[in-house]
């Protein structure tokens, strides 16, 4: 699912506020008759498949954040928030900023083709307000599996707010994938497939007792 403000959702409204981003996203999933879904995200997705469950627990069954975004927000001035902000319509350092945060930047192509598609009131709400959005204190109220997905060489996202993040969350599980990046999706989807795979099997299937259906940001 294109997030409102990028590729084909670029004419969604998308000011970069987390909650109205949720939001979207799941009228999105109630349009098309997604009921008792799992929602699933990268990066900025893990937080906005946190915020909907958050929101809607009676519609999510489980979480799965891969490298997400943490759940308390990111720290002020955070360079690679801010080389990013600034990066903006510069398509020169943003593939440069892509290949400095990827382990193969071969392998990033549709990540490339679709950061510069990106709107700019998108770009400058999420990276200079939406991003430092804390959900911390509610994540104890959480009642659905959630799973984070780390990469050991994730220099993106603070490791240690990622791992707080879990703590906080009532039977809350993480795997750490020693040698993943930020952009292990791209790099060893296989891998990130088995863990997932795994773990809808073994935390959601059995008490759903339904057909798991995915929903990705």
Not at 23 to 47: N, P
Request: aromatic share 6%.
């Amino acid at each position: 699912m294109d997030l409102p403000g990028l590729a084909g959702s670029a004419g969604a409204h998308a000011d970069g506020d987390l909650s109205r981003l949720a939001e979207t996203v799941f009228d999105a999933c109630r349009e098309i008759g997604l009921t008792g879904f799992v929602a699933a995200g990268l990066s900025l997705g893990g937080a906005i498949s946190m915020r909907i469950a958050l929101d809607h627990p009676d519609e999510v069954q489980a979480v799965v954040g891969i490298m997400p975004w943490n759940a308390g927000g990111t720290s002020a001035g955070d360079p690679v928030i801010e080389g990013f902000y600034a990066a903006y319509g510069d398509i020169e350092t943003i593939t440069a900023g892509i290949a400095g945060i990827s382990h193969d930047p071969t392998k990033t192509t549709d990540l490339l083709r679709t950061m510069p598609t990106v709107t700019e009131k998108m770009w400058r709400g999420w990276l200079g307000g939406g991003v430092y959005t804390s959900m911390a204190d509610e994540l104890p109220r959480l009642r659905v599996p959630v799973f984070y997905l780390l990469g050991g060489q994730d220099f993106v996202v603070n490791q240690e707010k990622q791992i707080a993040d879990v703590r906080q969350i009532p039977g809350g599980r993480l795997v750490l994938l020693a040698d993943a990046g930020h952009l292990a999706c791209y790099e060893e989807p296989e891998l990130l497939a088995q863990e997932m795979r795994f773990f809808l099997d073994t935390h959601v299937a059995d008490a759903a007792g339904s057909p798991i259906r995915t929903t990705e940001a």
